[in-house]
């Protein structure tokens, strides 16, 4: 349960949001409890006004009040529904907004190394099931949990007040044992196999993309039908431990009903002999049973929501974990930077998981306002040690210090976004005159202005809409978009021809005038301007 810390202090947050959802859903379940009660009750009464009235005996009731009040009830029920689900199912979308950023602040934080151990099926469940398991953790478990013990409460204090207090401790022993049941008792049958299943599931959904993704390489090999049998025995045993953990959560569910019944008995048994002894009258004694049954309604949501808590922490187990930071081997700051410098590597070694180093004993110092280009062949460690300058990729030993700075990755990476929103990311707070300059400057101007949309123009998913080169210059200018005074450019001119290059490369050295450029290319050719180059080993 340690893993749900961080995400439900994230969640009460928003406590006058979660304080008004619940008194929405608590209102509901008043209205359909008194609803119970009441109907009880005017029937009862009405019974025995009919009896004697039969019997020649003159009798009385008051229709208007107790008609007033069913229909009270019954208005105030869909009506306090209505707004409640309208208001929790914004306040779960604006949970899920919170969710989502922090996770993305930790990710963007966390270890890229860990980051690519995992494939992008297993990405897929971290950003969509597991998140879903947290996002609802308010709705489907806090909410139910906190109001049928409050609820509970209230009918055991109306037990008080309408029969008496021995009546109404038996009463509350009896829902006590019935609310345990349905919550810890649920929680404590079904925590391991809804942990286990959770990783099951994920297993099966990597192993179904996976399957769908080499689909031809499998048809080629003659094993798709073996394949396809293993997923479905995977499949059978994943339904097989989610009926028996359904099945656990049934009956818990059916205890808990049967306790709320035997409550009811209960509280009829006490009320015959107040009523024989003419403390409490018929249509009250009927009227505490049916409200007690009322509490069946509200016991029913919580041991599926306890039965599927197990899961809902081993999703969140596997988001803390993925999240985690790893603890820097080196300063990625500016303190220790010599005076002047805006990067100083010393006694550098970089190299991936389970491979030989790349670099051992590198060293490098670059001053404020130089612009360094590192050639070497593929493969010789040029991204790698970009990333390494850039802090993605934790350095396995050695110091490295740098002021802020931009990074334009080798990969072209661009939103299903507009073009603007694209901009924007280097520079939130540009005018539309800064974008298109910037435009101007990557020789992309002409291109979207008479695009019906122009900035708003759609790139599609990835930049689909563009070419590679365009694509690439979008990035770019993404990238000269930031004020950061220390800008790497990994590759800067991939797919453009060499006259554009030129061109582009004119154009950056104005707008990098003052800024220190760390560019890296495998031939000089694709480098623009710089001072000094460093050739790396092949």
């Known amino acids: 349960m340690r893993d749900l810390k961080p995400w439900l202090a994230l969640i009460f947050k928003r406590p006058g949001r979660l304080v008004m959802g619940g008194a929405l859903i608590m209102a509901t379940l008043l209205s359909g409890i008194g609803l119970l009660a009441v109907s009880g009750w005017f029937i009862t009464e009405t019974a025995l006004v009919g009896m004697l009235l039969a019997a020649g005996v003159a009798a009385t009731i008051n229709l208007y009040v107790p008609g007033g009040a069913i229909r009270f009830f019954a208005v105030s029920r869909t009506v306090f529904r209505y707004l409640e689900r309208v208001y929790n199912h914004d306040t779960v979308l604006r949970l899920l907004t919170d969710i989502r950023v922090a996770l993305f602040q930790s990710l963007a934080s966390a270890s890229r190394r860990h980051r690519r151990q995992l494939t992008g099926a297993q990405w897929l469940s971290r950003l969509t099931s597991d998140v879903d398991a947290l996002d609802t953790l308010y709705l489907r478990l806090i909410a139910p949990t906190a109001l049928a013990a409050l609820v509970t409460a209230l009918v055991v204090a109306l037990t008080a007040a309408l029969f008496d207090i021995q009546t109404a401790t038996l009463v509350g022993l009896v829902l006590l044992v019935a609310f345990l049941i349905a919550t810890i008792g649920t929680y404590l049958r079904t925590r391991h196999l809804a942990a286990r299943q959770s990783d099951s599931q994920e297993s099966l959904r990597t192993a179904v993309i996976e399957h769908i993704e080499g689909f031809a390489e499998l048809t080629a090999a003659g094993r798709t039908g073996k394949h396809a049998a293993w997923l479905m025995r995977q499949a059978h045993q994943v339904t097989s431990e989610q009926a028996q953990a359904d099945t656990r ?60 808590l197990g899961a809902t922490a081993a999703s969140a187990s596997r988001l803390n974990r993925d999240c985690q930071a790893e603890e820097p081997v080196r300063d990625t700051g500016a303190q220790g930077l010599p005076a002047n410098a805006a990067l100083f590597a010393t006694n550098l070694a970089v190299k991936h998981p389970g491979h030989a180093p790349l670099f051992t004993h590198f060293d490098l110092e670059v001053k404020a306002g130089e612009r360094v280009g590192i050639l070497g062949y593929s493969g010789s460690g040029k991204s790698t040690l970009a990333d390494v300058f850039a802090g993605l990729l934790p350095a396995a030993h050695g110091n490295l210090a740098t002021r802020d700075l931009v990074y334009l990755t080798q990969k072209t990476v661009l939103f299903e976004d507009t073009l ?18 910037i435009l101007e400057v990557v020789e992309l101007a002409e291109r979207f202005a008479p695009e019906p949309d122009q900035l708003d ?37 991939t797919g453009l021809d060499a006259g554009t290059r030129a061109r582009i490369a004119k154009r950056m050295d104005l707008l990098l005038e003052g800024k220190t450029v760390i560019s890296l290319a495998h031939g000089p050719g694709a480098l623009p301007g710089t001072d000094r180059v460093i050739h790396l080993p092949g």
């Open 420 to 437: 603007r929103a694209n901009l924007l990311l280097g520079s939130p707070n540009a005018s539309e005159t800064e974008l298109w300059r």
């Open 457 to 493: 123009t759609w790139l599609g998913s990835s930049g689909s809409r563009l070419s590679g080169g365009e694509a690439r210059r979008v990035a770019l200018a993404r990238v000269l978009l930031n004020p950061a005074p220390v800008v790497i450019l990994d590759e800067p001119f």
């Open 249 to 308: 959560a049934g009956w818990h569910l059916a205890g808990s009903h049967l306790l709320i019944n035997l409550s009811a008995v209960l509280a009829l048994w006490a009320g015959f002999a107040l009523f024989r002894a003419g403390v409490v009258s018929g249509p009250v004694l009927v009227l505490l049973p049916i409200a007690l049954l009322g509490l069946a309604e509200i016991y029913a949501m919580l041991p599926d929501a306890f039965g599927k």
